[in-house]
């Protein structure tokens, strides 16, 4: 018998010999890298016995693939350190509140009531920045919850919608022009507030349809009845970057809509900015003024109007040898002609308009209850005590901020000249006109003398006067006394913010804030107990009852406690209660000013004698009262803004970055 050929050993699963690497080789020792792979070193193969072949194994499940499934073999990743994430703080365990299990029925309110709740829960659509909130993604959410809350939620989503929010304004445009039988809600009856920007709608041109026109979208809105269309330099800082452009215009077409619109507007913002490029179509920028008031029908009626960037002074009534302005072309005159002619007009908004007097406000129609002249040069608080005599008595909201020459004089006899008042707001930061330039200081030489104490008007709901400055110390004092003392007066006030700066030693202004600051808090601010977690529901509060009853019977056994009920700070831990006297940390004693103020004026102590006797109002939900020496300008760097290290190299690296880092190293400096 022959011998069996002897089979050649099985080739082992590991390779015999060195594997081979294309991996480029690195000097940096950092961690930063992955470390390079370990090299098997070669093991002598092994024989393997024959055998039959075995039965084939079952499949075995492989797990779904993933971006995160590691290779069988190893690569080089080039991967950002990792960092030690922070120790987070538990979550507060959640109390378990007793209920009866009884759900009101939300869906059958009425549609009116529904439409009521979206619209306060979901209030403000958008900021102050003109920048949308979370609140129109939670009506959207909302609104698929059942189909008793499409409707209303959708309904308050579209009382104002966000155009600059759509993929495309056009979006809106198509969704109005389709039959509205053929969808579930009819929109075209929804929207009744446009506020937009034009940037973002007027300039927006689309491949095949071009230039969005606004007066295509106005026929399909019949219950339209405010719109205000802004820009980039209506806000702070109140700048035009490159002046007025094509797609911002508004066609003489809107005109015409507006005019023959049977609803009119109650809402309208003029903005002359979006007016012609040519300066002299007087007929093209101003054709409400030209148009007789029967004709102008929808401008009679309104009731919010705002103008912005209007000359309401002729350009040449100053200059030597100039002709006389035409008064055909008197924007000034023809303005104030237009708006005597509107009988119900009640809110009115002057923003980055130029008048030399401002006399004109003394003759606009008694109905107005709100005023806002924002950036305005040359108003002055002899100005506006002359429209205060005139126009105060009915006078309920005053707006008055970024106004350079305005001062805090008129407040002396703002609770004589304006008893109504409900909301007064000042900020006093001023803004350059061209960004290369620094003329944003004040131009009053005292925001306020001490001899013009404040009144405060009785009905006042909201005070904000913000980055107050350039005043002395004894003013400051008149001030804030005047209103500490007139806290038995103001029994409706619920909101304070104010904001002060003060140049004096930082030792001296420590003090002025434990006097001031302490006593306004104390005076003013609400201190309402913590709801009663036995009244959270029905069954919470039986079941409290029934252990009341269960301990007036058994003394000895004692109350529940509730987790509620007890103090618990930042970091979920009880606080201990002690009677260790609290220990007060001042700044230093050391003066950073060579202003050295009276001492017993801002002792703290005598803070306690002087104010003792004044009612506490208690009634205000918020006291916010800064007092600094912080230089207000138009960008804030906070702490927020600066980082402790230096970032890592991987996070911004890019190619070519070293050689160019290189290069500019070796250029000569001048």
């Not at 005597?340 to 007097?357: N, R, W, Y």
């Amino acid at each position: 018998m022959a011998p069996a050929r002897r089979r050649p050993p099985a080739r082992s699963s590991r390779s015999s010999g060195q594997r081979i690497s294309y991996r480029e080789a690195s000097t940096d020792d950092s961690d930063d890298f992955a470390r390079p792979e370990t090299v098997a070193s070669p093991r002598p193969a092994k024989r393997t016995r024959t055998s039959r072949p075995a039965a084939p194994a079952a499949p075995v499940a492989k797990p779904p693939a993933s971006p995160f499934t590691a290779s069988p073999r190893r690569k080089t990743t080039f991967a950002k350190p990792r960092r030690h994430a922070l120790p987070q703080r538990p979550a507060p365990p959640q109390r378990h509140i007793p209920s009866d299990g009884v759900i009101p029925n939300w869906a059958d309110l009425p549609y009116e009531i529904l439409c009521s709740i979206f619209r306060y829960a979901s209030h403000p659509l958008r900021n102050d920045a003109l920048q949308h909130t979370p609140a129109r993604h939670w009506l959207c959410q909302a609104a698929r919850i059942c189909k008793g809350f499409c409707e209303p939620a959708l309904a308050a989503l579209y009382y104002d919608p966000p155009l600059d929010a759509l993929p495309d304004p056009f979006a809106l445009l198509d969704l109005v022009t389709q039959d509205q039988s053929t969808l579930t809600i009819n929109y075209k009856t929804k929207v009744k507030r446009l506020e937009l920007m034009a940037r973002d709608t007027l300039a927006y041109t689309m491949p095949g349809r071009g230039l969005f026109d606004l007066s295509s979208l106005l026929p399909y809105l019949p219950q339209l009845r405010e719109m205000y269309i802004k820009e980039l330099g209506d806000l702070p800082p109140f700048r035009m970057y490159g002046g007025p452009r094509q797609g911002y215009l508004l066609s003489p077409k809107l005109w015409q809509i507006l005019r023959d619109n049977p609803n009119p507007l109650t809402g309208w913002r003029w903005n002359c900015s979006m007016m012609s490029l040519d300066a002299n179509s007087f007929s093209y920028n101003y054709p409400v003024l030209l148009v007789p008031p029967g004709e102008s029908r929808w401008f009679l009626f309104l009731k919010h109007l705002e103008v912005a960037r209007i000359l309401l002074q002729p350009t040449n009534d100053n200059v030597r040898g100039s002709p006389e302005p035409d008064p055909a072309k008197d924007v000034s005159a023809m303005f104030i002609k237009v708006i005597k002619q509107i009988p119900g007009l009640e809110s009115l908004t002057l923003e980055s308009c130029v008048h030399k007097t401002w006399d004109f406000l003394t003759i606009l129609p008694r109905t107005i209850k709100s005023i806002k002249i924002v950036n305005t040069p040359y108003l002055s608080s002899e100005a506006m005590l002359r429209f205060m005599e005139t126009h105060g008595a009915g006078l309920e909201s005053l707006d008055l901020s970024h106004n350079q020459y305005l001062d805090l004089a008129f407040l002396a006899d703002l609770r004589r000249l304006c008893p109504n008042l409900r909301f007064l707001k000042m900020d006093a930061t001023y803004y350059s006109a061209v960004a290369l330039q620094n003329d944003s200081e004040p131009i009053y030489d005292s925001l306020l003398l001490p001899e013009d104490v404040p009144t405060w008007p009785d009905a006042l709901v909201s005070i904000e006067l913000t980055n107050l400055r350039k005043w002395e110390l004894e003013a400051v004092q008149v001030f804030f006394g005047s209103l500490i003392r007139a806290a038995p007066q103001l029994p409706k006030l619920r909101h304070i913010v104010i904001r002060a700066m003060l140049s004096i030693g930082w030792r001296d202004r420590a003090g002025f804030r434990d006097k001031y600051i302490g006593t306004l808090k104390r005076i003013y601010e609400r201190h309402s107990p913590l709801p009663d977690p036995h009244l959270a529901s029905l069954r919470a509060h039986k079941l409290y009852k029934e252990a009341l009853g269960k301990r007036s019977t058994i003394p000895s056994a004692p109350l529940p406690v509730v987790e509620a009920d007890i103090p618990v700070a930042a970091d979920g831990k009880a606080l201990r209660r002690s009677s260790r006297a609290k220990v007060s940390y001042n700044e230093s004693d050391e003066s950073d000013s060579d202003v050295i103020p009276n001492r017993d004026a801002i002792d703290g102590v005598s803070s306690i004698a002087e104010f003792k006797h004044v009612p506490v109002q208690g009634l205000c939900d918020i006291v916010d009262v800064n007092i600094d020496n912080l230089r207000p300008a138009e960008v804030q760097f906070k702490e927020a803004d600066f980082v402790d290290s230096e970032i890592s190299g991987d996070e911004d690296w890019t190619e070519g970055r070293e050689r160019e880092r290189q290069e500019r190293s070796e250029q000569y400096a001048w």
